[in-house]
C-alpha cells in the first residue's frame, strides 16, 4: 500500500514543478523550505483523510465523505470537477511529459512536433487502459516496477547531486547565496509557490480512493502514511538539493526539462538516462491515475451522481471498464485541445479547495456524530492548523491571481444545474429514461459489465458504537 502511495504521488510533478516553486519562491533556499513545509502539510492532510478513510469505509476519496457529511449537491460539486478537470487534465499533463521526454532525444535540437506528442501520449493512455481494464493484478504490478525504476532514476539524480557537493560545488546551497533574492517574494507570491509544490505532492490520498480494496485499511492506512509521506518529501528535498549543485537558479529557470539540462551538464554520454528516467516516472503516474479516477467515477455512479453503467464491472475480471474507458476518454479529449499546462493552477487551487472542504467535513462530523466509533481519531490540532494553512494559501492566491483561480471556482460551479437538471430531478420524460436503458444496455453487451453481486458498504453500514474507544495518531482530541 505504500509503495502503491509512493508511486501514485511521484509522477511528472517533481520534473515540472521546481521551476514554478523557485520562479514564485525568489530564492534556492525559500524554494528548498517550500518543499519540506508542502510535505509537512500533506503529511497533516494524510492523517486527516486516515480518520474519515476508516470512519466511512467507502471508496471514492473527498467525494464519498463529502456526500456522506454534507450532502449530494456538494458532494456532486467535488465530482463534477474531478472528472471533468483535475483527474482528465492531470493524467493529460503527466501523458505530455511522457511523450516529450521520450521524443526529446529524436529532436535534440528543437520541441517534440506537436502532432507526434498528442499521438505518443494517445497510444500510453490506451495501452494503460487496456491493462487496467485486463487485470487489477497487473495493473498493481506495473506500479512496483515503475516505483522501482522512478525511485533509482531520482537516486541517480541525488547521487551525482552529492556528488558535486562532496566536490565542493555547493556555492549556491551556502545561506548568504540560498537566501539571495532575485526580487522580494510578496505573500501571494509563496503561496502560488505552495500550489505548484502541491502539483507535485497531489496523489498523498490515493488510498482513499480505494479504500474497499486495501486490506486491514485501520492498520495499513497510517502505515502507509506514516512510511509514503516522509520518503516522497526527503526524495524531493534531495531532488531540489542536486538541481541547485548543478544549476544556478538562473539556468534552472531558463530550462524547459530541468532534468534533461542537469543530465547534460553532468552524466556527459550517459545523459540519455535522464530523458529515459523521466519517461519511466510518468508511466507509472499515468497507471495510478487511471487506477484511481476510475474507481473515483465507479463510486459517483454507486451514488447514483453519474450513469449506472459507470458502476459496472466486467463478469470475469472485475474491473470497472466502462469508468476506465469514461476517464480514458476524457483525457484524450483534453489532449487534442491542448494547452494543458495552462490548466495547471486550475487544478492545484481546485484540489486545495477539495481537500479543505472534506477536512471542514471531518470537523463537522466529529461534531454531529460524536458516539460513532472511529478506529483512527488524530488530535484536533492536525485539521485545526491544516485549515489555517488552506484558508490563508487560497485567499492569498485568489488575491495573487485572480482569473485563474476565480476560473477554477467557476468550472465547479457549472456543476450546479447539471446536478438538479440530472440528479435531483426525478420525474424526467419516459422517452429519456428508455433512452438511457437501452443505452446502457448496448453498452453492458460491448464490455461485458455487470453490477457486482453485492455492495459490501450495504451490508456494513456506518453505525454509532458509543461504548468503544479509539486509537488514536496524535493524541486524544
Known amino acids: 500500500d505504500a509503495l502503491l502511495c509512493v508511486c501514485n504521488i511521484i509522477g511528472s510533478g517533481i520534473f515540472i514543478s521546481p521551476k514554478g516553486v523557485l520562479e514564485h519562491s525568489g530564492s534556492v533556499g525559500l524554494a528548498l523550505i517550500v518543499w519540506v513545509l508542502g510535505g509537512c502539510i500533506a503529511a497533516l492532510g494524510s492523517l486527516c483523510y486516515a480518520e474519515l478513510g476508516v470512519t466511512i469505509p467507502k471508496s ?136 505548484q509544490a502541491s502539483f507535485a505532492f497531489s496523489g498523498w490520498n490515493f488510498l482513499n480512493y480505494v479504500t474497499e480494496e486495501v486490506v486491514e485499511p485501520r492498520r495499513n492506512l497510517p502505515r502507509a502514511i506514516y512510511i509514503s509521506i516522509p520518503l516522497v518529501t526527503f526524495v524531493y528535498t534531495l531532488t531540489n538539493i542536486a538541481y541547485f549543485s548543478a544549476m544556478s537558479p538562473e539556468e534552472l529557470l531558463s530550462s524547459n526539462a530541468v532534468a534533461v539540462t542537469f543530465g547534460e551538464k553532468l552524466l556527459g554520454m550517459f545523459s540519455v538516462i535522464m530523458p529515459i528516467s523521466v519517461a519511466l516516472s510518468t508511466f507509472g503516474g499515468i497507471n495510478g491515475y487511471l487506477f484511481t479516477s476510475s474507481r473515483l467515477c465507479f463510486s459517483g455512479a454507486r451514488e447514483g451522481h453519474l450513469p449506472s453503467l459507470l458502476a459496472m464491472i466486467h463478469f470475469k475480471n472485475c474491473t470497472p471498464i466502462p469508468a476506465l474507458l469514461c476517464c480514458c476518454t476524457a483525457t484524450i479529449v483534453i489532449l487534442c485541445i491542448g494547452e494543458t499546462h495552462n490548466l495547471i493552477n486550475y487544478v492545484s487551487f481546485i484540489n486545495y479547495l477539495s481537500y479543505g472542504v472534506t477536512i471542514a467535513g471531518l470537523l463537522y462530523y466529529r461534531w454531529k456524530k460524536p458516539k460513532l ?87 456494513s453500514p456506518i453505525e454509532e458504537w458509543p461504548n468503544k474507544s479509539s486509537d488514536t495518531l496524535s493524541g486524544n482530541s
Open 60 to 195: 471514492g476519496g473527498d467525494y464519498s465523505y463529502v456526500t456522506e457529511i454534507f450532502g449530494g449537491l456538494v458532494g456532486f460539486l467535488l465530482l463534477w470537477s474531478a472528472v471533468l478537470i483535475m483527474y482528465p487534465t492531470t493524467l493529460a499533463v503527466i501523458a505530455l511529459t511522457f511523450s516529450n521526454y521520450v521524443l526529446q532525444p529524436v529532436f535534440p535540437d528543437c520541441l517534440p512536433p506537436y502532432m507526434a506528442t498528442r499521438l505518443l501520449s494517445t497510444v500510453c493512455l490506451l495501452f494503460l487502459t487496456w491493462v487496467n481494464c485486463s487485470s487489477v493484478r497487473l495493473a498493481t504490478r506495473i506500479q512496483d516496477v515503475f516505483t522501482v525504476g522512478k525511485l533509482a532514476a531520482l537516486g541517480l539524480i541525488i547521487v551525482v547531486g552529492l556528488v558535486q557537493i562532496c566536490k565542493g560545488n555547493y556555492e549556491g546551497l551556502t545561506p548568504q547565496v540560498a537566501f539571495e533574492f532575485s526580487r522580494t517574494p510578496s505573500v501571494g507570491q509563496v503561496a502560488l509557490a505552495f500550489l
Open 373 to 459: 466509533y472511529r478506529p483512527i481519531k488524530v488530535n484536533l490540532l492536525v485539521p485545526v492548523s491544516y485549515l489555517l494553512f488552506w484558508a490563508l494559501l487560497l485567499g492569498f492566491s485568489l488575491y495573487s491571481e485572480p482569473v485563474v483561480c476565480g476560473v477554477g471556482l467557476v468550472i465547479m460551479l457549472t456543476g450546479v444545474p447539471v446536478y438538479f437538471l440530472g440528479v435531483h430531478w426525478k420525474t424526467k420524460p419516459k422517452c429519456i429514461y428508455d433512452f438511457i436503458e437501452s443505452a446502457t444496455y448496448v453498452a453492458q453487451r460491448l464490455c461485458f459489465v455487470v453490477f457486482p453481486q453485492f455492495d459490501p458498504i450495504e451490508i
